[in-house]
């Protein structure tokens, strides 16, 4: 299947609320454009340099966003035209991104990444980590980001029983925030599982290899 042909077969199974960011790493400026001609204009990566690289070599209506964790000193590189970032989970690097938008003269939005996986390398959040994070004083005067919402990755494992479990654990984190906060976004779900996330309440899945096919490294 061509990547044209997977992304509209994709497209046509999300409901209309949610939104498919197609993760493009390691894949090339000719693969994104098949996509792009295709019609999609939210791209995603996980690394700061290769995104830096695709951005001035791509048109400049496509929407970046940075899904893989991120180094406060990487931030200035992506400052000037990253739309999201999804994996912050620190007040410093909340900091940082509201500094190097402020130089930019942009507003940044950031979802914050919840620990939902059972494996300890994940990154991310612990839900009472991101209450404190969203209450404390520090984070609500920051004006040049906006917290759009949260994200999660869930175990990667063939138990969808737990997959399930895990997403509803940020699902109903999600909840009990989203008023309070004006959320409208939930991240969750990946190829492997972004059918199950969106019966579980994802907003915006994460589709990568369903796209392009598989990575080589
Ligand atoms: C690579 C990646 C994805 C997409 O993975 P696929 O399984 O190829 O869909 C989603 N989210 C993050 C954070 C990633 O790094």
Redesign the pocket.
């Known amino acids: 299947m061509s990547i044209a042909q997977n992304l509209k077969t994709i497209k046509e199974s999300l409901p209309e609320h949610v939104k498919l960011?197609a993760?493009s790493?390691t894949k090339s400026i000719e693969q994104i454009m098949e996509a792009y001609n295709a019609g999609q204009r939210i791209f995603?990566e996980?690394k700061v340099q290769e995104m830096e690289q695709k951005y001035p070599e791509l048109p400049k209506d496509i929407e970046w966003h940075m899904?893989?964790h991120l180094q406060r000193n990487k931030v200035k590189d992506l400052a000037p035209f990253v739309s999201m970032i999804?994996?912050v989970d620190s007040l410093r690097l909340l900091n940082r991104i509201d500094r190097e938008a402020g130089r930019n003269k942009r507003i940044i939005n950031c979802l914050l990444q919840i620990k939902i996986a059972e494996e300890e390398s994940k990154f991310g959040l612990d839900p009472e980590e991101a209450v404190e994070l969203l209450k404390s004083k520090e984070v609500q005067k920051l004006k040049n980001i906006h917290i759009a919402g949260l994200?999660g990755?869930a175990t990667f494992t063939d138990d969808e029983n737990q997959i399930s479990q895990e997403f509803e654990v940020l699902k109903n984190l999600y909840d009990s925030l989203k008023d309070e906060y004006n959320f409208t976004t939930l991240s969750m779900g990946?190829?492997?599982d972004?059918e199950l996330a969106i019966k579980k309440g994802s907003t915006m899945v994460?589709?990568?290899?369903?796209?392009?096919g598989?990575?080589e490294y």
């Open positions: 960011v993760i790493k995603g996980n899904v893989g999804h994996a994200m990755m990946m190829s492997g972004y994460r589709v990568g290899s369903a796209i392009f598989e990575r």
